[in-house]
């Protein structure tokens, strides 16, 4: 069965502070899709990056970069230089491509409550 | 509107009441999934639809729950017989195909809260 850890609970950082967000997950699927998705305050479910499992190459969006290791199975998120908007609670997910009559269900870690302080 | 739009916003109803949960989702998209977020269970999925049918319900906590899709767009979920375990922020989400790699796009969700 799939299953998403993400280890960290809450983190708490000082404004342009480095912050790193872990990501476990376990699969026996070959191909899969990782998210990271983010969850401000007000409630919504804001989607961030996809990675195919085919595709290990790091990303980078601005202050934010993720790092999608197989070997490790971990899909790490990294903010750069923090900043109080992105206080929020971020969740991992993973969709595995063969889950028949679920569709691609997303399967979700218990999320990470990071809180910038400023 | 652009958005996956969920109805109403907040729900507050007694101990054995009957309740109805609207998602509409993206124009365009054939997928549409329910979740439920509660404190002591995270971030469950309770079924997903593809067009007007829904191949799997075992997501779903019990019999009291169903949900059904009409013309491939909007989507209620009804509880019946509400109990207090039932109180949870519920999610729905849409993509535009059933694919793996396709983003889920999430409403603001409704917050249950049972009496």
């Known amino acids: 069965a799939q299953k998403v850890t993400q280890a960290q609970t809450e983190i708490s950082v000082v404004e342009k502070e480095d912050v790193t967000l872990d990501c476990v997950y376990e699969t026996r699927d070959t191909t899969y899709y990782l998210f990271w998705y983010k969850q401000p305050p007000s409630g919504e479910l804001v989607f961030l990056i996809r990675r195919n499992s085919f595709d290990e190459q790091n990303e980078i969006s601005g202050r934010y970069s993720w790092n999608f290791q197989k070997s490790t199975s971990s899909f790490n998120f990294t903010i750069t230089a923090s900043q109080v908007v992105d206080s929020a609670v971020y969740f991992c997910a993973l969709s595995e491509a063969s889950h028949g009559n679920a569709g691609n269900m997303l399967t979700f870690g218990g999320g990470t409550r990071l809180m910038v302080k400023p | 509107g652009a958005g996956v739009s969920q109805s109403p916003s907040n729900k507050v109803t007694e101990k054995g009441k009957d309740v109805e949960l609207r998602c509409d989702p993206i124009?365009?998209?054939?997928?549409l999934y329910w979740y439920r977020q509660s404190l002591g269970q995270g971030l469950e999925f309770l079924i997903y639809f593809q067009g007007n049918s829904a191949p799997d319900k075992s997501g779903l906590p019990s019999d009291r729950f169903s949900a059904e899709r009409t013309g491939g767009s909007v989507s209620t979920l009804t509880i019946q017989r509400t109990q207090q375990e039932d109180s949870a922020v519920y999610l729905c989400?849409?993509?535009?195909?059933?694919?793996?790699?396709?983003?889920?796009?999430f409403g603001d969700g409704t917050r249950l809260s049972i009496l």
């Open positions: 989400a849409s993509s535009i195909s059933r694919g793996g790699n396709q983003p889920q796009h």
């Open positions: 124009s365009g998209h054939t997928a």
